[in-house]
């Protein structure tokens, strides 16, 4: 079956799919059995797909996944009755937070959302289905130092790249469709097309889509062909994860819950919480109990887990489920009051996200000889009916499948600045001086295994950062008028480091984010870097020829540099919504959690299966990696099991 014919069968399940799986999900735990062989803490984005595979893989072993949100039909970013990003009226339900104050962000705070439904973060995130660069992940095997060298389980570019091609089912474009956008692609990207998680392009764009594209081409950024194939820089295209044919979304609760369905071994409770795994007789003697808390009526039940428990429940949740656990940091887990199961200080720390500043910019060449435009959306009722007519049309067409854009540019730090090589400098210092560890929270500063790891990040992002060909910038772009446009830029790779933690009064309540953005000074240098390329896209004779005028930072930073580093520092989003790394896949001597099988250092039983493992963040939206996390752990987890002979 090709991947058209595929499509379509799935989109048969997922209309009657409303139906389904609600009959199935379970509600009260008077409706599990009297134990399981897995349980999956968390319905998100890596947790299910774990699940999807171990069900597959072992129809004779019963896996339970817990989630606190429900199942839910999840729209698009950009399906009708909305117009052009504002919110969806039914978006599925999401966890929504403001960091505590950033001092050296100008005591902003970050707002971060994750998904709250089966499906987690891939339910209602942006739709932008990108990879990063194999530099990215060739990090990740780096920092995990000799020790992982050692290890069977490779998490560098080729050990992971098998994993990203087998976690989706990407659809070429048609002929006609790749012709008028120039959209360009490898197929030897992408793998055998079984898994009805779905890539896939628009055959709509916005009319003044390719003035920046012209314009970026003018500071000297060439289109790249393809940019899932673990070369990534320039001018990307980028899929949505949405159905080639319906343009629907296409998430985790689908394509590895509601699409594989039914299996007998495969459960679902939906609207519970956990609470905590329990080693009643300690940590060595695994696996752990699961405790859950009903949202319905608040009571508490253990489940048994006969192999293992899986803890996906997101890089903001997993830590705090672990803490509740007594796994953490000891001497936060004192001052909380909670006995200390195992002493690991990496849980929660090494938080990083993707943020940054954006520039503004006016025309006084008003876009009257372009149509469409998302204004057409607002003031043109035919456009907008035939929008939303067109959405309903199999294939589907017009501006509803678009999502919110599928172009940006990648850019390498040493093309974005002559200077990279002193900031580089900086960070290698900074690494090898002794200095580093003024850069953690201030309660690890002392914790040498902590800094050991800090440390190996920083030499390893200043090799990143050296690379002409690994991005340090991103700026995603869909339409830049008709009045006033934005670009934002993406720190791709953070230095600075924080915590996520529960909260001692209140410790099954939201977790207590502080993200110490700018903590370490060199981001601000390179956040300014990245402006200051930015800036010079409105120089661009193509920028010019439409009167193209700065209004942020604009005149209130004209000529000087501290200016420019407070427009930084007041003006930066600091959350991209993508946060990750707070369980990370290190040695424990470096401040690890998990090692490259993802299981705990020093539990039994016990993994965690999610955006807590990276170590690093790669230069890339996440839910493509969270994905193939998923799918490289199940084989992982599968092969270990196939080996002991169950
Ligand atoms: C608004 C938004 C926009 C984004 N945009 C993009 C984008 O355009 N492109 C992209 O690639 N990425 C994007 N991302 C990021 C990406 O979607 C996530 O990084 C990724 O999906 C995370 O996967 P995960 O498996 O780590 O966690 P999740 O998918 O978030 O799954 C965690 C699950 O655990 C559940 N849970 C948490 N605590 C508990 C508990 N105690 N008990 C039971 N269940 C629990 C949660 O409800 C959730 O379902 C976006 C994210 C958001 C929130
Ligand atoms: C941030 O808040 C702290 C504590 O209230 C204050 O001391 C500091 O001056 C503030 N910083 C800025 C830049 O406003
Ligand atoms: C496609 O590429 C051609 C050749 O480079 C160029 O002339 C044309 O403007 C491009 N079209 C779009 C929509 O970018
Ligand atoms: C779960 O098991 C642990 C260890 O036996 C016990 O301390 C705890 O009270 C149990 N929780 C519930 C809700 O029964
Ligand atoms: C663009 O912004 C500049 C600076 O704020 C302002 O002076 C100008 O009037 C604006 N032009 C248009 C066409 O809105
Ligand atoms: C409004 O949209 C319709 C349908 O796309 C189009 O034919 C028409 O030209 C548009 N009107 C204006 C004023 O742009």
Known sequence: MGPLAAAFVSFTALTSAASIPRLHAKRQDSQLRDEYDFVVVGGGTSGLTVADRLTEAFPEKNVLVIEYGDVQYAPGTFDPPTDWITPHPDAAATWSFNSLPNPDMANTTAFVK???VVGGSSAVNGMFFDRGSRFDYDAWAEVGGPEFEQSSDKWDWAGIFPFFKKSVTFTEPPADVAEKYNYTWDVSAYGDDSTPIYSSWSAFQWADQPVLYKAWQEIGINPATECAGGDK??????????????????????????????????DLLVQHQVVRVVYPNGPSDGPPLVEARSLADDHLFNVTVNAEVIVSAGALHTPTVLQRSGIGPASFLDSAGIPVTLDLPGVGSNFQDHSGPSITWNYSQPYTDFFPLPSDMVNNATFKADAVAGFDEEPARGPYMLAGGNSAIFVS??????????????IRAMATDGTASSYLPVDLRTVPAMVAGYEAQLLTLADLLDNPEAPSLETPWATSGPSQAAAPSFLLHPLSRGTVRLDAADPLGPPVL????????????????????????????????????????????????????????SRSTLSFMHPCCTAAMLPEERGGVVGPDLKVHGAEGLRVVDMSIIPLLPGAHLSATAYAVGEKAADIIIQEWKAKGQ
């Open 413 to 426: 730090l040493p093309h974005v600045t002559a200077d990279h090589g002193e900031i580089t400098a900086m």
């Open 114 to 116: 994750a998904g709250q």
């Open 514 to 569: 502080d993200y110490r953005a700018g903590s370490n000074p060199v981001d601000v240098e390179i956040h300014l870097a990245h402006v200051r390329f930015l800036r010079g896209l409105l120089e661009t004779p193509t920028m010019k020829a439409r009167g193209a005028t700065e209004t942020a930072p604009g005149e209130e930073v004209a000529g000087s540099d501290e200016a420019l580093e407070g427009y930084v520092r």
């Open 233 to 266: 820089e320039g001018i990307c295209w980028v899929p949505a994860s949405q159905h080639p044919i319906t343009a629907r979304r296409s998430h985790a609760g689908l394509g590895h819950y509601e699409d594989v369905l039914p299996r007998a071994n495969y």
